[in-house]
Structure formats: structure tokens, C-alpha cells
């Protein structure tokens, strides 16, 4: 594995049967970029991702995260990792205090690290007035960003976004690229699924995926050249095309 590579994927497939959700998927993720994984729902994008983050097992292919294989280092990958899914993974029925303290524990912080990141967190996010509130009771642009806040809490190394931003007005969608800026300016990579094209031209390179297949993979600016496109969304439709004539 190179040293520059936190994420390397050579070949991964994933069937369901006699449906191939992720077909011979290859890539390298380097350390400390935003890297995005973009496709329309149904891509094969959460598939995937739930394969680096070692929660399911690929069918074939080799697949390295921070040089750990995750056939067989699992456990040792989800503990250098964060995790963020588009359903957010925070408990409604406990409060935001709460389900800091439960995360970072499960993260095996000590009781005195997690007095002090939770008290620096809330500040940061200026909920420290609504600590005690029930995660359902509060906006979803706040759950939002408190999740995010969350799956790097421990300082993983990597974190998986996985359509983050789903559901969201454009101002909360901004001010949380804002959270992952900072985030990659603290040397977390940021692994990032989404199917809104604008947000393709904030990450350093982005993968579009068609069809369970990585089709393209470059900088933002790049694959606009190859393209001859004004956006990634011009990029993408002339994608899929190529890709629906492909099936005919």
C-alpha cells in the first residue's frame, strides 16, 4: 500500500444473488483529501461504503484502509474511523449531551476527555443552552451537524459521509461543507456519497459511479475538461447516457 493512500481498492465486487450492486470497482483514496463517491440513487454507492467501513463483507477484491485488510481487521478499522449515515446516526430518544457522551464512550474515551471535547463541542456549536434537549425535539440542521460532530469526536483518521446533506435547506448544506473543511484542515480524510452534483466541485476529486461502475474519476475541474461540461451535472447526465446506450 502507498504511503500516500489511506483507501485502496482493487476489484471489488458485490453481488446480491444475480445482482451486481458494485462491479469491479478500483481506487485510491489519498490521505487527507475530500474525496467524492457520486452516482444517482441506486448507483452502488451505500453498498460500498459499507464495505470500507467494514460492516459488510465484498463478494471478491482486495480492499485496504489505513493499510488494514477489511476481510480480516475489521475491528481495528472501525475504531480508526467515523461514520456518518444519510438517516443520521444519533438516538432520538436521548438528549444531545447524551448521545455525545455515548459515542465518545463507545469510541473508548477516557471520562475526562469527554467532559472536556463535549464542553468544547457544544461551544463550537453554540447548543450549549440546548444540551438537554431529546435529539428529536431539535432541528434537523442541528442533528445534522451534531452528527457530523460526532463521527469525528474520537479524531478518526477517515470518516465516511454517507449523502449527509440529504433533506437539507442550501444555507445548513453550506455551513456543513463548512464542518468537513475544517475537519481535512485537521487531517481527517473525508469519504463523501451524494447524488447533489454542485456538491461534487467542494472535494479535491470525485468518482461518478453509473450503474454499479465507476465511470469517471479526476478533480472537479478535470473531468469538466475531458467533458467538454459547464458543471459535474453536465458531466453526469453525459454519463449516463453513454451509459443507458451502452445497455441498448
Not at 120 to 140: F, M, W
Not at 180 to 190: K, N
Request: proline fraction near 2%; charged fraction near 25%; aromatic fraction near 10%.
Amino acid at each position: 500500500m502507498s504511503d500516500n493512500n489511506i483507501i485502496e481498492v482493487r476489484n471489488l465486487v458485490k453481488k446480491f444473488g444475480d445482482f451486481t450492486a458494485n462491479d469491479n470497482l478500483s481506487f485510491d483514496v489519498r490521505k487527507g483529501e475530500i474525496f467524492g463517491f457520486l452516482g444517482a440513487n441506486g448507483a452502488g454507492k451505500t453498498t460500498a461504503i459499507r464495505i470500507l467501513c467494514g460492516l459488510s463483507f465484498p463478494s471478491s477484491g482486495e480492499i485496504k484502509i489505513d493499510g488494514l485488510d477489511v476481510y480480516t481487521q475489521r475491528e481495528l478499522i472501525k475504531r480508526r474511523i467515523g461514520y456518518m449515515s444519510q438517516k443520521f446516526s444519533l438516538y432520538e430518544d436521548l438528549t444531545i449531551f447524551e448521545n455525545i457522551r455515548f459515542f465518545a464512550a463507545i469510541y473508548g474515551m477516557s471520562r475526562s476527555e469527554i467532559k472536556q471535547r463535549t464542553a468544547e463541542l457544544l461551544d463550537r456549536l453554540n447548543i450549549t443552552h440546548a444540551k438537554n434537549r431529546l435529539i428529536r425535539d431539535i432541528p434537523l440542521g442541528w442533528k445534522q451537524k451534531l452528527a457530523f460532530s460526532v463521527a469525528v469526536f474520537h479524531n478518526p483518521v477517515l470518516v465516511f459521509l454517507d449523502e449527509p446533506t440529504g433533506g437539507v435547506d442550501p444555507i445548513t448544506r453550506r455551513q456543513f461543507w463548512e464542518l468537513i473543511y475544517e475537519s481535512a484542515l485537521q487531517g481527517i480524510t473525508v469519504f463523501v456519497t451524494t447524488h447533489y452534483m454542485d456538491e461534487a466541485e467542494y472535494c479535491d476529486r470525485i468518482s461518478i459511479m453509473v450503474d454499479g461502475r465507476i465511470e469517471a474519476l479526476d478533480s472537479p475541474d478535470g473531468l469538466k475538461n475531458t467533458y467538454k461540461a459547464n458543471d459535474i451535472n453536465e458531466v453526469f447526465i453525459k454519463l449516463a447516457r453513454e451509459g443507458n446506450n451502452n445497455h441498448d
